[in-house]
């Protein structure tokens, strides 16, 4: 880990430290820790946004840790069919192969860096599966699923899909060369990601060296959030601790600082880290399930068109 990256780093973009004289550095409002699971077929997942508040995590509902594990022959699992109305879902993988497909034509092979968008929208069925030979073979298997919500007018929008390939996105250098920035959707100083998105966000996964500090600017629109993927740091300018499973909280400002610790992991040589931002929505968030509606009335209703067969039908083979 990770998949997409650079031999030399000071070739890159160069993102600007803050004015320190005018800048509002974001206070760590709180770290916590993501408890372990199992998701879909069995495949372990942590749930990275466990004891956050829909608040303080608005746009964003829901994200899974997949991983890192590496699977013996025989062992990886995946998901069965199933249906997902009114917000968007974000595979990215780090390490390894998943399989996607939807009612709605969308879907392929995503692998190393690559990442799946499929705005869910008015509904649709899907799956997500290791492929036959990754099952076969066994591996490592390490990525993230992110769920945005999308607001009441864009709730029933007409599902679509988005493959962003690795190579796609833009990478970045922090100004002293420490950091790589690898930014999927939204922007970061200037400098787009590929992804489109409903809502505006911003998704950029970090690598910090050990020892290394990044100071960046964020939008003061946005929440703030940093979840570690692997690895040791601090987060804030009070240098508090986080490890790997552990979602950061930021207050409001327009800066934010990560630094890793000098001594990391041999598997783990850097502070791997998501940070998520996004405008809030601010509207009634009723979620069950696979369904992200605004009343329980739409969820009831969410439910009785899957049921019916409403939200499409599997696709033969």
């Known amino acids: 880990m990770p998949a997409v990256t650079v031999d030399d780093l000071l070739v890159l973009p160069r993102v600007p430290q803050p004015d320190a004289t005018t800048a509002t550095e ?37 994200m899974d840790q997949m991983g ?32 996607h497909q939807d009612s709605h034509g969308g879907g392929g092979l ?73 930014v999927i959707a939204g922007e970061v100083a200037g400098h787009a990601g590929p992804g489109s998105t409903h809502t505006p966000i911003t998704l950029v996964h970090v690598t910090v060296s050990p020892g290394a500090q990044l100071d960046l600017p964020w939008r003061p629109d946005f929440n703030a959030l940093a ?37 990391q992991d041999s598997r783990h040589p850097n502070l791997e880290v998501l940070l998520l931002g996004g405008q809030p929505i601010r509207e009634p968030v009723a979620a069950q399930g696979p369904f992200v509606m605004n009343t329980r009335a739409e969820l009831i209703q969410a439910f009785e068109d899957y049921q019916a067969g409403r939200l499409g039908t599997i696709p033969a083979g």
Do not use: C
């Not at 699977?71 to 399989?99: L, N, S």
């Not at 993927?229 to 950061?248: H, M, Q």
């Open 110 to 182: 995503i692998t190393d860096g690559d990442t799946q968008w499929m705005t869910a929208g008015s509904g649709l069925l899907h799956i997500e599966a290791p492929p036959e030979e990754l099952v076969a073979s066994g591996g490592l298997f390490h990525g993230i699923q992110l769920w945005v919500n999308l607001p009441r007018s864009l709730k029933m929008t007409e599902p679509r899909y988005q493959d962003i390939r690795g190579g796609e996105v833009a990478l970045l250098s922090s100004e002293d060369g420490g950091a790589l920035l690898r």
């Open 26 to 62: 974001r206070p760590v409002v709180s770290v916590t820790a993501a408890p372990s699971g199992y998701e879909g077929e069995g495949f372990p997942v942590r749930r990275a946004f466990a004891g956050v508040s829909v608040a303080a995590l608005d746009p964003f509902v829901h």
């Open 68 to 99: 890192e594990v590496d699977y013996a022959p025989g062992e990886p699992r995946g998901t069965a069919w199933h249906p997902h109305r009114g917000f968007e879902t974000v595979t990215y993988i780090i390490d390894g192969i998943f399989r």
């Open 227 to 263: 979840y570690v993927l692997a690895g040791t740091g601090t987060v804030g300018t009070a240098k508090i601790p986080v490890r790997t499973g552990n979602l950061t909280v930021f207050g409001p400002g327009d800066a934010l600082t990560l630094a890793a610790d000098p001594d």
